[in-house]
C-alpha cells in the first residue's frame, strides 16, 4: 500500500512529488498526457509566461533564464521535462484515473483501465484545462459561423480576414485579441472593464499582491481590491494591442444570432455586430469526473464533498468530508495562486506539511 497517489502530472503534481520525495513518503504520480507538460502541452502558440523565468520556478530548480522578454511555452515544456528527469519520480503515464473510493479498512483504492493502485492518502492535481467552461448566451444555438474555445485556440490562421467576436476579460483574453487584431477584424467582449496592470508590472507583483489580498480577505479585513491574479500583465504582444487600439472591450453581448451577437451599450440603445467566429476565452473547471465514486459513498451516508454552490469544501488543502483526500493547484481556492508555477510549489509545502501531521 502506498503512502499517497497523486492524480495529475502537471506542474501541481511535480511539486507534489517534490515535496513528497523529501518527505521520505511512497508515492506513484498518475498522468493521463502521452508526455510531461500538463496543460502546457495545449497552449496557443504564441503564449508566454508573464513572469521572468526565475520568478516561475517549481521548488528545487530554477527555470533556466528566458532572455529577452518572458519565456515561451516551448521552454516552459523543457523545464518541466527536465525536472522530472532530474527527480526521477514514479511517473505512470499515460494513465487515466476513472474512480476514486474511500476503502472501508481506511485508505483509498484508485481506479484506471483496469488498474488498481491503494493509497493511505490521494492528492487530485487534475488542473482544469481538460474542462473548457463556455457560458450559456440565448441563441448561440442558431449561430451559423465557427466557436471555438482557447482550449482550442492555436494561432490567428485559421481565422484570417474574419470577423471574429473575443469573449473574456483575463489575460487569455487580452492575449489572444493581440494574436488576432494584425489579421482579423477583432471585437473584445467582457463583462466587466477589464484591469490592465502597468507596464511594469509583472506576474511576480501581481502574485505577491493577490496573495496578500487572499491572506487579508481570509482575516476578515476588508477586500481592498489591490488587484487579482485576473489582471491583465502587459506582455509585449499585449502593450502592441492596446497602443494600437484593439483593446477597447465591450459589454459582453447578450444574444447571438445566426450571423452574429446583439448586446446592450452603457446609453440603453441595443447594438449588433455581425461575425464569422466567436472565441471565449472564459475559463475551465477542474477535472473532477473520477470522485464520483467517493460523493456516491457520501451521499449514502447524507454527507455531500461539496457545498451548496457545488463547490469542494476543503479544511487547509484537505476535503471537510474525506480525511485523506486532498486538492492542489486548482486556482485561489486552494491556495493564492496555486495553479501558477511558483504558487503551485507554495501550496503544494503546505499540502505535504499536512499529510506529514497525519502519519
Request: net charge negative; hydrophobic share 40%; glycine share 12%.
Amino acid at each position: 500500500m502506498l503512502d499517497v497517489v497523486v492524480i495529475g502530472g502537471g506542474q501541481a503534481g511535480l511539486a507534489a512529488g517534490y515535496y513528497l520525495r523529501r518527505a521520505g513518503l511512497d508515492f506513484v504520480i498518475l498522468d493521463d498526457q502521452p508526455g510531461p507538460g500538463g496543460a502546457w502541452r495545449h497552449t496557443w502558440d504564441s503564449l508566454t509566461l508573464f513572469s521572468p523565468s526565475q520568478y516561475s520556478s517549481l521548488p528545487g530548480r530554477m527555470m533556466p533564464p528566458w532572455e529577452p522578454g518572458f519565456p515561451p511555452t516551448a521552454h516552459v515544456l523543457d523545464y518541466l521535462e527536465s525536472y522530472e528527469d532530474r527527480y526521477s519520480f514514479p511517473i505512470e503515464r499515460p494513465v487515466s484515473v476513472t474512480s476514486v473510493q474511500a476503502a472501508d479498512d481506511g485508505g483509498f483504492t484508485v481506479t484506471a483501465e483496469g488498474r488498481q493502485w491503494r493509497a493511505g492518502a490521494v492528492v487530485n492535481a487534475t488542473g482544469t484545462y481538460s474542462q473548457p467552461y463556455t457560458p450559456s448566451v440565448a441563441g448561440a444555438e442558431t449561430f451559423r459561423g465557427s466557436q471555438v474555445h482557447s482550449a482550442d485556440y492555436r494561432s490567428p490562421d485559421p481565422f484570417a480576414g474574419q470577423r471574429v467576436a473575443v469573449v473574456g476579460g483575463a489575460n487569455s483574453g487580452a492575449q489572444i485579441v493581440a494574436d488576432l487584431f494584425r489579421v482579423t477584424d477583432t471585437t473584445w467582449f467582457t463583462l466587466r472593464e477589464p484591469t490592465l496592470m502597468p507596464d511594469d508590472v509583472d506576474g511576480r507583483v501581481l502574485f505577491s499582491v493577490a496573495s496578500a489580498r487572499v491572506r487579508s480577505v481570509e482575516a476578515g479585513e476588508p477586500d481592498a481590491g489591490t488587484g487579482s491574479l485576473g489582471d491583465i500583465v502587459a506582455v509585449p504582444s499585449v502593450r502592441a494591442a492596446r497602443d494600437a487600439g484593439a483593446l477597447a472591450a465591450k459589454p459582453m453581448f447578450e444574444r447571438m444570432t445566426p450571423t452574429g451577437v446583439e448586446w446592450t451599450a452603457s446609453d440603453g440603445t441595443s447594438r449588433s455586430m455581425t461575425v464569422d467566429a466567436v472565441v471565449w476565452c472564459t475559463g475551465f473547471r477542474p477535472v473532477l469526473a473520477h470522485l464520483e465514486g467517493i460523493e456516491s459513498q457520501l451521499h449514502q451516508r447524507g454527507d455531500s464533498l461539496r457545498d451548496a454552490q457545488g463547490h469542494i469544501r476543503l479544511r487547509g488543502l484537505e476535503s471537510a468530508a474525506v480525511p485523506g483526500l486532498f486538492f492542489l493547484g486548482y486556482g485561489d481556492w486552494t491556495g493564492p495562486g496555486s495553479a501558477t508555477l511558483v504558487g503551485a510549489g507554495r501550496t503544494a509545502r503546505q499540502l505535504v506539511r499536512a499529510l506529514q501531521d497525519k502519519t
